[in-house]
């Protein structure tokens, strides 16, 4: 079974810009989970979406938006992105079928630069 | 907020020696998971603990749940330079699935 995939695996980009990243979920996995990861704050979770709805949000300023298709496959977008933006966005897939315990899946990362 | 404090933050050692990593909470968690991460790549997933005082090996890695489901540790024995690595532990809370609180790390350096 392939893995979870994103990309691009990296990206630059300026101060004030926007950004979509894409995700595909392992195959048959239905939640898809957004974390941003930096060395001061560690990881930290930015969006659930399971079954094209969002079920769970972190504390991420509005700037931060998500979505998944109806194929499981998610992407994020930043608006008006921020020097502090600049950060490894992990994407992680779940079977969450009943009896699961929340495991989570991850895939590569896109390191996203702010200039 | 729910917190997981890992400690400790960095652990230098030599081929073949033992350690301990630590992950704690003053919460209840309904799980706890483990994963390595290394550098340019996501965390890969190694274990879930989910009953209290549950204990779990993995070759020379083993892994316990604290009795109350606050805190949890991984030991590793003789280690090897392969498990170089970031050390993560996450917690789940019940009801809120996908959203894992994860601690800041132990990054692990075993040397030759």
């Known amino acids: 079974k392939a893995g979870v995939t994103q990309t691009p695996r990296y990206l630059i980009k300026t101060r004030g810009q926007q950004v979509t990243l894409s995700c595909s979920p392992i195959?048959?996995?239905?939640?898809v989970s957004w974390y941003q990861q930096t060395p001061g704050q560690g990881l930290q979770f930015l969006f659930e979406y399971f079954s094209e709805t969002q079920r769970n949000k972190g504390n991420f300023p509005g700037r931060f938006s998500g979505r998944q298709f109806s194929n499981s496959r998610s992407e994020m977008n930043v608006s008006t992105l921020e020097l502090g933006d600049s950060a490894l966005y992990l994407c992680?897939?779940?079977?969450?079928?009943?009896?699961?315990?929340?495991?989570?899946?991850f895939g590569p990362g896109t390191r996203l630069t702010v200039t | 907020t729910q917190l997981l404090e890992q400690s400790p933050q960095f652990l230098s050692i030599q081929e073949g020696e033992n350690l301990t990593v630590y992950c704690n909470s003053s919460s209840v968690f309904s799980s706890l998971q483990w994963y390595r991460q290394e550098p340019g790549e996501g965390p890969v997933l190694l274990v879930t603990v989910v009953t209290g005082g549950e204990v779990k090996k993995l070759k020379r890695l083993t892994f316990q749940f604290g009795d109350a489901r606050k805190d949890s540790s991984l030991h590793i024995t003789a280690a090897q330079p392969g498990d170089t690595g970031l050390y993560l532990c996450?917690?789940?809370?019940?009801?809120?699935?996908?959203?894992?609180?994860f601690g800041k790390g132990t990054k692990l350096s075993v040397k030759p």
């Open positions: 996450a917690g789940a809370q019940g009801g809120s699935q996908g959203n894992l609180i």
């Open positions: 992680a897939s779940s079977p969450m079928g009943q009896g699961s315990s929340y495991e989570q899946y």
């Open positions: 195959s048959g996995h239905r939640s």
